[in-house]
């Protein structure tokens, strides 16, 4: 099983600041099978990225992935006062299809 | 448009069973795996496994092998999960979702496992 462990646990921001989270497998994800969500109380998850770099539809280009291999990064480049959420990162390029444990952005 | 509508809210005793259906509308059922995802209070995203709308294989995760089934209803494009012999941890926010990556999700079922 591929163990993900996303840094930091939590980040403070403020609006307009750049967010970097990361997300690090314990062994290779093949194909760069690697999805970023953001996740809000009381609603679905939300994908941003798959592909490791991948925009899903209607996602701000603010949001960026990038990495390969064992090492991944999601970036939002200005925070907006909507993007304080949790953000999972997930690989489905080998069964099971595993979660990191989440980074939570919190308004500074 | 794309759907997944989820059954409502369930309240169960320990020990027993629970079925979470996903009826999915505005797609090929066939041509899409069904996930299945929890969420415990105040815990990450839990992924659960799989179930093929094409031909009903399954892949569960190692933790709920011999306590969950994933089947489908392709007459009807529903999914369905069942988990048994639930315990307190059990309970969850569980969602389905469409595909390998996940656009489309349900809304959420809360399970809630007490005495």
């Known amino acids: 099983e591929i163990v993900l462990t996303q840094s930091p646990g939590t980040l403070s921001l403020s609006p307009g600041e750049r967010a970097t989270l990361s997300c690090r497998a314990s062994?290779?994800?093949?194909?760069?099978?690697l999805a970023w969500y953001q996740h809000k109380p009381g609603q679905a998850p939300r994908l941003l990225i798959y592909?490791?770099?991948t925009r899903a539809t209607a996602i701000p280009d603010r949001f960026s992935g990038s990495g390969s291999g064992t090492d991944f990064t999601l970036t939002i480049s200005r925070l907006e006062p909507e993007d304080f959420a949790v953000y999972y990162c997930q690989q489905y390029g080998s069964s099971p299809y595993t979660f990191g444990q989440g980074t939570k952005l919190e308004i500074k | 448009q794309i759907q997944l509508v989820q059954s409502g809210a369930e309240v169960k005793r320990p020990g027993a069973s629970v079925k979470v259906s996903c009826k999915t509308s505005g797609y090929t059922f066939a041509s899409y795996d069904i996930t299945w995802v929890r969420q415990a209070p105040g815990q990450g995203l839990e992924w659960m496994g799989w179930?093929?709308?094409?031909?009903?294989?399954?892949n569960y995760a190692q933790k709920l092998q011999g306590r969950v089934t994933m089947t489908t209803d392709t007459s009807t494009s529903t999914a369905y999960m069942e988990l048994r012999s639930l315990r307190s941890d059990d309970t969850a926010v569980y969602y389905c979702?469409?595909?390998?990556?996940?656009?489309?999700w349900g809304q959420g079922t809360l399970v809630t496992v007490s005495s």
């Open positions: 979702a469409r595909g390998s990556y996940y656009v489309f």
């Open positions: 592909g490791a770099s």
């Open positions: 062994q290779s994800v093949s194909s760069s099978y």
């Open positions: 179930i093929s709308g094409y031909n009903g294989d399954t």
